[in-house]
């Protein structure tokens, strides 16, 4: 088996779109980012390739690349996914917590397991997704930010 660590944080400022798991989530303040920002999705996709030890999302879809300016990040975990596949793993599951101030994501939170397991390709126990405050504190809790960790078990595909 391989276990596999994923962290990302995006900036937090108003006029973009608040994307967390493929949901849009009406908020005054959105995700900046090259892509869509969506920060859960990356910390997944890392989680993933770390485990694999392929690298990062860095290095196989660079911010520098203009073919990933406002990239749909569930295209980005459906890559990523193939890749760890053709290394000849296969997931056990991933957990995942996003932390951030405002607004609720609770609500949400049914349809990010549903985008992330379809993405990649497992059954929804295997998804775990879960939410905390920063309780006012550091820059989560000051709303400057939101971010997000990730662990995932591979196994060898059999
Ligand atoms: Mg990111």
């Given at each position: 088996m391989r276990i596999g660590y994923g962290y990302d944080v995006h900036r937090l400022a108003p006029g973009h779109d608040l994307i967390l798991g493929g949901v849009l989530i009406p908020h005054d303040k959105g995700l900046v980012g090259h892509s869509d920002a969506d920060v859960l999705l990356h910390a997944v996709a890392d989680a993933l390739l770390g485990a694999a030890a392929l690298g990062d999302i860095g290095t196989h879809f660079?911010?520098?690349?203009?073919?990933?300016?406002?990239?749909?990040s569930l295209d980005l975990l459906r890559q990523v996914m193939q890749l760890v596949r053709e290394d000849g793993y296969r997931l056990a599951n991933v957990d995942t917590t996003m932390v951030l101030e405002r607004p609720k994501v609770k609500p949400h939170i049914a349809e990010m397991r549903q985008n992330i397991g379809a993405a990649l390709d497992v059954d929804l126990d295997r998804v775990s997704v879960k939410a905390t405050t920063g309780e006012g504190l550091g820059p989560t809790g000051e709303e400057a930010g939101a971010a997000a960790r990730a662990v995932c078990l591979l196994r060898p595909r059999s």
């Open positions: 660079p911010d520098t690349d203009p073919a990933w300016a406002g990239a749909d």
